[in-house]
């Protein structure tokens, strides 16, 4: 199981929705590992952020990104697709998060090597509940790549 | 939330060498909330011929989740992740990997390889225990797999 890193976890969230920033970020704050959470409300300023660049030239690179599909600019497909063909990104885990429940959505997803597909209920306790099974999987017991 | 509110049970390949671990696991899974059936491939050759239908497995259903370990007898799991994920048919099955590399250099590479998640083997039957707990909550409650 993960051993507690001394340095925190980031996390990047791609979402455009203040609401559901507010509560990813609620959910996030009393997890037994220590996070750093990240936030870029489109695609494009996601993807700057991934390279560095512009005014994200000093950030840390994500190591776990949980992504929106319906975004500003440019949606979450096409961030997924440019991360997984990155050589420089493609080992960071991305979890979609997402009020889609289509399966075409679900495959293509899958297909273009999203880590984990995951619909957010509507119900704001459902969505606490599975924003903290996301930290405890991918936080206490995923081996994240530090690289 | 659920994946298989549909009726059907998810079919779970857990590719693992270990009579303990694979003990330990289906113990696990099968406490689990959402009706599943897991299928136990014992070397990287039966997993292979699971996964592409062939010898003994010309009927064997497409997994909708994969348990890898890497060092498997016969066929290495990292070339058995490599197969499925440049496979059509099998690329968008989610394949968790559980083993008991710690190596910076394994979870990398194999996160480039594309595996969905890395999970290291816990030494401690307990632990261990918690760590497939854990596997199967999100990946059978939280988690909506492809299915066919």
Known sequence: ?147 | MTPASSGAPIDVLLVEDSREDVELTLHALQAAKIRNRVHVARDGEDALDFLFQRGPHTKAPTPDLILLDLNLPKVDGREILAQIKSDDRLGRIPVIVVTSSQAEEDIAKTYRLHANAYVTKPIDPAVFLRAVNAIGQFWLEIVRLPRP
């Open chain 1, 1 to 147: 199981m993960t051993a507690m890193p001394a340095v925190p976890i980031e996390i990047l969230l791609v979402e455009d929705n203040p609401g559901d920033v507010r509560l990813t970020q609620e959910a996030l704050k009393d997890a037994k590992v220590r996070n750093t959470l990240h936030v870029a409300m489109d695609g494009v300023a996601a993807l700057a952020f991934l390279r560095h660049e512009g005014k994200y030239a000093a950030v840390p690179r994500p190591d776990l990104i949980l992504l929106d599909l319906n975004l500003p600019k440019k949606n979450g497909r096409e961030v997924l697709e440019e991360i997984k063909q990155d050589d420089a990104l493609r080992h960071i885990p991305v979890v979609i998060l997402t009020t889609s429940q289509a399966e075409p959505d679900i495959a293509e997803s899958y297909r273009l090597h999203a880590n984990a597909y995951v619909t957010k209920p509507v119900d704001l306790e459902q969505f606490l509940t599975v924003v903290k099974s996301i930290e405890q999987f991918w936080l206490e017991i995923v081996k994240l790549s530090h690289t």
